[in-house]
């Protein structure tokens, strides 16, 4: 298929698909949110899609790909990879459908995303727990599916799958009742930002679509800079739902064509934007389903006074991870400090440390320490929390002063993973 070819074709696709799933999936809402309009000064609007069926907008690729070859996926058995949304997707729509499933998925999976693909799937699916990332699942996942002849439903790079993610935007263009500016969109493999790019710009050439990566994860614009989908070395997990090393090759054409940018998020600020979604408008997103308003930060001068439309992809946080989230927030907005201190090992230290180094409004939130007799000092694992985040370089001053070396354990990733 040609590139060319790639628009009318996917447009009809997409409408389509959404005859099939208007009766099955959720017409999500699309909010307009007045603390994001102020803060940016603009009218941003936020499409609901964590309170899709799965709490995930990818019900609908998953729906309607097997709905199209439901005949044959009832005699053979369908095969997936998922990181927990698209699992979850397969294991409703094989439920519905009474399709039996193997699904496929890292080893890194929150515990909450697992459940819930059981709880979905019931008794037609198969959970198999392999490799630490979803491009390592996938491998296994593929393989399983030809040595069974099993039919194998693609998380992304499918022109069914991209349809049916589409079906978001055809509620965003329905629900809309003036021109939008900019849509911002996650990307994980390229889906949901390939089916909405496709559909918007075909009715609103003018609108930018600005699609959102975590910076740990970045393979959709690897793969426009590269001129085509490369395999990344590493990826930062953290960002489960978009975690992907290498992008799709079909998304990546479709993304190369229409959208007009992707932005880079750092994970701290993703964490960030999950507390201040959960804390001002009571939203629970996962961290993929919080990249699009994450971004917002990174383009405020360019939708200023204009419209905005920003869809939260998924809503299955695991509440185990809240506080590791928090410690990723404070650490970004710079207010949470690890050192290691090298204590003398003598009465009163640690008096003159609290006394001496930590400032009114700074708190310790960690202390580990073991006293060695036959030594002079002793280092001790030390977090500090910071009210301010201009208070560190008075921090660090007294600890200078005062005679209390230190190495910070914030500045060596090794040592960082290693004691944290």
Do not use: W
Request: glycine share 8%; with cysteine; hydrophobic share 40%.
């Amino acid at each position: 298929m040609q590139v060319a070819d790639m628009k009318s074709i996917q447009v009809e696709n997409v409408l389509i698909a959404h005859q099939f799933l208007k009766d099955v999936v959720v017409h999500t809402p699309l909010q307009k949110n007045e603390y994001l309009s102020e803060k940016y000064n603009c009218t941003v609007y936020i499409k609901r899609e964590d309170l899709q069926h799965v709490r995930s907008f990818k019900l609908r690729g998953a729906y309607y790909k097997i709905k199209t070859i439901e005949n044959v996926a009832r005699k053979k058995g369908v095969v997936c990879a998922s990181a927990g949304n698209h699992a979850q997707g397969v294991a409703y729509a094989c439920a519905h459908l009474r399709i039996t499933a193997k699904i496929f998925m890292p080893l890194t999976t929150p515990k909450q995303k697992i459940d819930q693909v059981r709880m979905f799937g019931r008794e037609f699916v198969e959970i198999i727990l392999s490799g630490d990332t979803f491009d390592d699942s996938a491998q296994s996942a593929i393989a399983y599916a030809e040595a069974e002849d099993r039919m194998f439903i693609h998380p992304f790079d499918d022109r069914d799958i991209i349809a049916g993610q589409g079906t978001v935007a055809v509620e965003i263009m329905n629900d809309m009742e003036e021109p939008i500016d900019f849509v911002f969109g996650s990307i994980g493999g390229g889906g949901l930002i390939s089916g909405i790019s496709t559909y918007i710009k075909s009715l609103s050439p003018q609108t930018k679509i600005i699609g959102v990566e975590p910076a740990g994860a970045a393979s959709m614009k690897a793969a426009l800079e590269n001129n085509g989908p490369i395999v990344l070395e590493t990826i930062d997990k953290f960002v489960d739902g978009a975690a992907v090393k290498c992008a799709g090759s079909l998304t990546y054409e479709v993304c190369q064509k229409y959208v007009d940018d992707i932005v880079l998020v750092p994970e701290g600020k993703v964490c960030s934007t999950i507390l201040d979604l959960y804390n001002k408008h009571a939203i629970i997103a996962e961290p993929a389903g919080a990249l699009s308003i994450a971004a917002l930060d990174f383009y405020e001068s360019q939708i200023k006074g204009k419209s905005v439309v920003c869809v939260i992809s998924g809503g299955n946080n695991d509440i185990g991870r809240m506080q590791e989230i928090k410690e990723k927030s404070l650490m970004h907005e710079g207010l949470l400090y690890y050192f290691i201190v090298n204590f003398p090992q003598r009465a009163g230290a640690l008096r003159e440390f609290l006394d001496k180094v930590l400032g009114p409004s700074d708190d310790i939130t960690t202390f580990e320490y073991t006293k060695k007799n036959n030594k002079e000092s002793g280092p001790a694992l030390v977090g500090i929390e910071l009210k301010h985040s201009n208070d560190y370089m008075a921090l660090i001053s007294r600890m200078t002063e005062n005679g209390f070396s230190y190495k910070e354990v914030n500045k060596d990733s090794t040592l960082f993973e290693l004691l944290i």
